[in-house]
């Protein structure tokens, strides 16, 4: 495992649409590996492929709460997530990203999602998230279609400094 550097706005792999993945194979897994332990070493809570520079469908998350002993920390690996089933309900939540170094912005998504995909191995993903897994993982699924949150909020500022309204 290495820990790879995390490319910032605007470079273009950013805003490009990643490729599917057909290969499951060494290399996919050594991606894998790195792209974990990249978002650790740099306390994401997610992580895709293209914000290391890998236009390819794949994004790690990892979710769970040092207070609440009832949301163990978990991590999840999809290789070529879809989301579906969004909720009609949807709520406004504050995100950040390591690609997008000293901004945060309110955004507005749905409550729940079913993520479907792929594990590393190629076997068949499902889960139905909700809550802020739900955020993680379509903040996630964002980057592989080159979409970040800043295209999606309603206003953006720098932690501590004035509000900065886009709509």
Request: hydrophobic share 40%.
């Amino acid at each position: 495992m290495a820990k790879r550097k995390i490319i910032t706005i605007p470079h273009p792999t950013l805003r490009k649409k990643a490729a599917k993945v057909t290969a499951f194979d060494e290399e996919l897994q050594g991606l894998i590996d790195d792209m974990v332990e990249s978002m650790r070493e740099d306390n994401g809570a997610g992580l895709a492929a293209p914000q290391v520079n890998v236009s390819q469908r794949v994004i790690a998350v990892e979710f769970g709460s040092e207070e609440d002993e009832n949301i163990p920390r978990t991590l999840y690996i999809v290789v070529n997530p879809k989301i579906s089933a969004p909720s009609q309900e949807k709520v406004s939540g504050v995100e950040g990203c390591l690609s997008v170094p000293g901004l945060v912005g309110e955004v507005e998504r749905p409550v729940s999602v079913v993520i479907k995909g792929q594990t590393r191995t190629g076997e068949p993903f499902k889960m139905k998230a909700r809550g802020w897994l739900a955020r993680i993982f379509q903040h996630e699924v964002d980057h592989l279609n080159g979409i970040l949150f800043t295209d999606r909020a309603t206003r953006v500022w720098e932690p501590e400094d004035e509000i900065v309204d886009l709509v």
